[in-house]
């Protein structure tokens, strides 16, 4: 593999505002039953690592809640009518979408850039909604521990460049990517994982009319009581347009792909492939098979990247790209949730190959180190 030295540069170090922690100037009414799932051969194995990890691995980033996780989420329709809230959410702007128990709620990365995990409930379930700037991945988990319902926190520490938790219970530290603890009294606990899918705004309300969407803090409380940021300010722009990786602690670097590609990553049966945006977007959609697993994958005209098995009640269906719409089985798909919307599937939903959100190549890679890469 080959690999060179990559260091930040320490204009991109300053820019990271949001990561210092400072501030710069189930849906459809059946799913597809068909026995595949990739979570045993999930994304960055815990298992691929030695636990604990060991204290000198770790990077300090920030101060301990220095950017402060949100506690008390509040919802609405959009961020109209909120006099705390003097910006405009626009179309363009990119969410993390979750869809639980018959709530769709969308948390935009405007807000998350700058606080990094939600603490919610969906209808008396317990979810932490998380993402990490510096790696580009969003990982959604249960916020059970051991049988008791946690806060999680942001500890300012990063491993391999990623966020790193901290619970409330016990203080034990988890990454983000694995949503795994690595130090603490519950190292080697796992989080279960819940699907999400990271979209612009406009793409996610059309698809999910009824969603409701995170409004900024002060009118969400978080740790650290009232607090806002300047939440028309993505304070990582630079970094994303960079080769740099992190804040300057990674030494290596998979040549492959730039380090800030957007790949969607799935694993099955000792397989893990990662599938880059522009790949996928000039193929229209990629029916392929990791592992015995069947998958299909295709990106949103607004670049958003999706991974389902592509099999129904027993059958390996071979898709087809109509416009914004999946094809396959006699049926048509909507390509952002995979549902069903008609024909002899109606009604049933796609399972989602891929357990993590897409990321940053340099992120995948660093969790999967023997990772193919799609089309090459």
Request: aromatic fraction near 8%; glycine fraction near 10%; include cysteine.
């Amino acid at each position: 593999m080959n690999r060179r030295r990559v260091l930040a540069a320490c204009g991109c170090v300053v820019g990271l505002a949001g990561c210092l922690g400072s501030d710069p100037p189930v849906a459809g009414e059946r799913t597809a039953k068909d026995g595949d799932s990739t979570d045993g051969d999930s994304v960055a194995r815990a298992g691929a690592f030695d636990l604990p990890i060991p204290e000198d691995e770790l990077r300090r980033g920030a101060p301990k809640d220095a950017i402060p996780a949100i506690t008390s989420p509040s919802f609405s329709t959009d961020w109209s009518g909120f006099d705390e809230v003097p910006v405009e959410l626009e179309d363009s702007f990119e969410v993390v979408g979750v869809e639980l128990d018959g709530i769709s709620r969308a948390y935009p990365l405007a807000v998350l850039n700058w606080h990094e995990i939600v603490n919610d409930t969906f209808d008396g379930r317990p979810v932490v909604v998380t993402y990490c700037p510096l790696c580009g991945s969003a990982v959604v988990a249960e916020r059970v521990v051991a049988g008791d319902t946690v806060y999680f926190g942001v500890s300012g520490l990063l491993w391999m460049s990623d966020l790193v938790m901290y619970d409330d219970r016990t203080n034990s530290l988890w990454s983000q990517v694995l949503a795994t603890a690595i130090r603490g009294e519950r190292t080697g606990d796992r989080l279960s994982l819940l699907p999400a899918t990271i979209s612009t705004w406009g793409e996610w309300k059309a698809s999910h009319p009824e969603t409701e969407v995170l409004v900024p803090p002060p009118v969400s409380g978080t740790i650290r009581g009232r607090q806002t940021r300047r939440y028309e300010v993505n304070p990582y722009t630079s970094y994303q347009q960079s080769s740099s990786i992190g804040i300057g602690y990674n030494e290596e670097v998979d040549e492959r792909l730039h380090p800030k590609t957007s790949v969607v990553g799935i694993t099955a049966g000792g397989v893990a492939r990662a599938y880059p945006l522009d790949t996928v977007s000039s193929e229209g959609v990629v029916n392929d098979r990791v592992g015995d697993v069947p998958v299909v994958v295709a990106a949103s005209a607004d670049g958003s990247l999706v991974a389902y098995v592509r099999r129904v009640d027993g059958e390996a269906i071979e898709f087809e790209r109509d416009g914004s719409r999946l094809v396959g089985g006699g049926s048509r798909w909507d390509l952002l949730t995979g549902r069903s919307l008609d024909g002899p599937h109606e009604g049933t939903t796609l399972s989602r190959a891929n357990d993590r959100s897409p990321m940053f190549w340099f992120a995948w890679a660093d969790f999967n180190p023997e990772t193919e890469i799609y089309g090459r």
